[in-house]
Antibody, heavy 119, light 107 residues
Framework: QVQLVQSGAEVKKPGASVKVSCKVS????????MHWVRQAPGKGLEWMGG????????IYAQKFQGRVTMTEDTSTDTAYMELSSLRSEDTAVYYC????????????WGQGTLVTVSS | AIRITQSPSSLSASTGDRVTITCRAS??????LAWYQQKPGKAPKLLIY???TLQSGVPSRFSGSGSGTDFTLTISCLQSEDFATYYC?????????FGGGTKVEIK
């Protein structure tokens, strides 16, 4: 079984950056394709980006290109999502999500990390 | 990007009712569609993948059908624990995209 445990809630000022972590257990990070999905308050799910195992590259949604960076530390089996130039519209719960087959749907999710952007 | 139109956005139903939710893709996605259930304050839970394959542990009252552009999630006999928001997601191509969600409420 895969377990994903995310870092705690963050409060940031507009223009700042935030880095959310996602610790993997049960499997190693190299066995998984990690993705990030966010959900603004009262809104739907929005895919931000993730690892494409077919190309071996991380793909970002165009909306976040230039502002988001997804990295992995395989020594600690921890994935990271860093979002810069934060604005109020980035207030959301951020989830890491994965599946064992690298298929693109997600049967394992982190518990979510609330990021609040407020002056 | 492939757009996913999900309908209805909300519905009211009673325990024991049969409920149907629809997703339409803006282009053909074969059977690369998943369905999720989300309860307030919780992460989404995978119900169905490959349009009609039930995820392990998911009750058989949930079923999915469709291919190409039109897909359906059916709950055959609504239970109290099924009141939640449901999302579909295409994984045919990047960017991965979700439907807008359907909130199933108690009538």
């Amino acid at each position: 079984q895969v377990q994903l445990v995310q870092s705690g809630a963050e409060v940031k000022k507009p223009g700042a950056s935030v880095k959310v972590s996602c610790k993997v257990s049960g499997y190693t990070l190299t066995e998984l394709s990690m993705h990030w999905v966010r959900q603004a308050p009262g809104k739907g799910l929005e895919w931000m980006g993730g690892f494409d195992p077919e190309d071996g590259e991380t793909i970002y949604a165009q909306k976040f290109q230039g502002r988001v960076t997804m990295t992995e530390d395989t020594s600690t089996d921890t994935a990271y999502m860093e979002l810069s130039s934060l604005r109020s519209e980035d207030t959301a719960v951020y989830y890491c999500a994965t599946d064992l087959k690298g298929s693109g749907y997600f049967d394992y999710w982190g518990q979510g990390t609330l990021v609040t952007v407020s002056s | 990007a492939i757009r996913i139109t999900q309908s209805p956005s909300s519905l009211s139903a009673s325990t024991g009712d049969r409920v149907t939710i629809t997703c339409r893709a803006s282009q053909g996605i074969s059977s690369y569609l998943a369905w999720y259930q989300q309860k307030p304050g919780k992460a989404p839970k995978l119900l169905i993948y490959a349009a009609s394959t039930l995820q392990s542990g998911v009750p058989s009252r949930f079923s999915g059908s469709g291919s190409g552009t039109d897909f359906t999630l059916t709950i055959s006999c609504l239970q109290s624990e099924d009141f939640a928001t449901y999302y579909c997601q295409q994984y045919y191509s990047y960017p991965l995209t979700f439907g807008g969600g359907t909130k199933v409420e108690i009538k």
